[in-house]
């Protein structure tokens, strides 16, 4: 498995932006698909964003759409998600996750987690 250990976030206005990283420890990192998920106060944990081992592949969530980017450079162990256009709503503990095998969106498919970073935006 990898530990991971996300930065990056912090308080912002909305319409603000940010960019989350992910870290990466250990070598097998370029076999990993790579997730985003956050969670809001009383929310159950949602899906943000995930790419596939090559970065050739992405998906969002619809919430998310057109405003989130999710990328990845393997040569430094790491996954971005660079937020623009956040609203209030976007506010949330987010935390990236890696999974092998099928690329999928499910919680239960990833295996590593990092602790999380908290992302606050102002109305």
């Known amino acids: 498995q990898v530990q991971l250990v996300e930065s990056g976030g912090g308080l912002v206005q909305a319409g603000g932006s940010l960019r989350l990283s992910c870290a990466a420890s250990?070598?097998?990192?370029?076999?990993?698909?790579m997730g985003w998920f956050r969670q809001a106060p009383g929310k159950e944990r949602e899906f943000v964003a995930l790419i596939s081992v090559s970065g050739g592949a992405t998906y969002y969530a619809d919430s998310v759409k057109g405003r989130f980017t999710i990328s990845r450079d393997n040569a430094k162990n790491t996954v971005y998600l660079q937020m623009d256009s956040l609203k209030p709503e976007d506010t949330a503990v987010y935390s990236c996750?890696?999974?092998?095998?099928?690329?999928?969106?499910?919680?239960?498919?990833?295996?590593?987690w990092g602790q999380g970073t908290q992302v606050t935006v102002s109305s």
């Open positions: 996750a890696a999974a092998l095998g099928t690329l999928s969106s499910r919680e239960v498919d990833f295996a590593s």
């Open positions: 250990g070598r097998t990192f370029s076999s990993y698909h």
